[in-house]
């Protein structure tokens, strides 16, 4: 089991910026971290996802705004947002996939970010 705890949400006028945080129960080392959003009505989408080696993968409606890293270390999986708009005001979930098995995977809890004026 993981445990994942998701902070940094808030709300940001348009062109802010935040950065999420998602902290891990244990080793994230053997996961793929990702980050997914859901809007109000909407399906729940991937954002960002990094493995422990290899490409990051970008939603195309995010690229060249946001940057998903990660901090082995620490068990942390972070979500720098920049140039917010509007349309990006969602529920932002940390995930973490196996490397071993992609149908073990975790979610976090969930923090709101609302991008308005």
């Known amino acids: 089991q993981v445990q994942l705890v998701e902070s940094g949400g808030g709300l940001v006028q348009p062109g802010g910026s935040l950065r999420l945080s998602c902290v891990a129960s244990?080793?994230?080392?053997?996961?793929?971290m990702g980050w997914y959003r859901q809007a109000p009505g909407k399906q729940r989408e991937l954002v960002a996802t990094?493995?422990?080696?290899?490409?990051?993968i970008y939603a195309d409606s995010v690229k060249g705004r946001f940057t998903i890293s990660r901090d082995n270390a620490k068990n942390t999986v972070y979500l720098q947002m920049n140039s917010l708009k509007p349309e990006d005001t969602a529920v932002y979930y940390c995930?973490?996939?196996?490397?071993?098995?992609?149908?073990?995977?975790?979610w976090g809890q969930g923090t709101q970010v609302t991008v308005s004026s």
């Open positions: 990094i493995p422990s080696g290899g490409n990051t």
């Open positions: 244990r080793s994230i080392f053997s996961f793929t």
């Open positions: 995930n973490a996939r196996s490397i071993y098995s992609s149908s073990t995977a975790y």
